[in-house]
């Protein structure tokens, strides 16, 4: 069974940074696309970033020069690095994998199969 855990959330100040990260376990997937996400209480779920098992790499608009997507295959870690956060920015994020490109519509939640808990970050 796959399994995702975010970790690497915390509470910031204004403007600093923060890095997060997603290990899978239990599996390796090849030929998979892993998303972050995040949700804010009484918001929908909101895709960030995503990248191919072959580095491709897609940015929503509102956090693209902001955020950077990365992956490190030794480790099945893929990281979002988060930089002059906001208080906007608050919310629980969560990292997801699901089966072959990213494509078109990487950003849709519900194309993601696998998920992780999430990690709470919040900005002040």
């Known amino acids: 069974h796959v399994q995702l855990v975010e970790s690497g959330g915390g509470s910031v100040q204004a403007g600093e940074s923060l890095r997060l990260s997603c290990t899978t376990s239990?599996?390796?997937?090849?030929?998979?696309?892993t998303g972050w996400f995040r949700q804010a209480p009484g918001k929908e779920r909101e895709g960030l970033a995503a990248?191919?098992?072959?580095?491709?790499?897609a940015y929503a608009v509102y956090v693209e020069g902001r955020f950077t997507i990365s992956r490190d295959n030794t480790k099945n870690t893929v990281y979002l690095q988060m930089n002059t956060l906001k208080p906007e920015d608050s919310a629980m994020y969560y990292c997801?994998?699901?089966?072959?490109?990213?494509?078109?519509?990487?950003?849709?939640?519900?194309?993601?199969?696998?998920w992780g808990q999430g990690t709470q970050v919040t900005v002040s």
């Open positions: 997801a994998e699901k089966r072959g490109l990213c494509g078109t519509w990487w950003w849709k939640a519900f194309e993601y199969s696998n």
């Open positions: 239990g599996y390796t997937c090849r030929d998979c696309c």
């Open positions: 990248i191919d098992s072959d580095g491709t790499i």
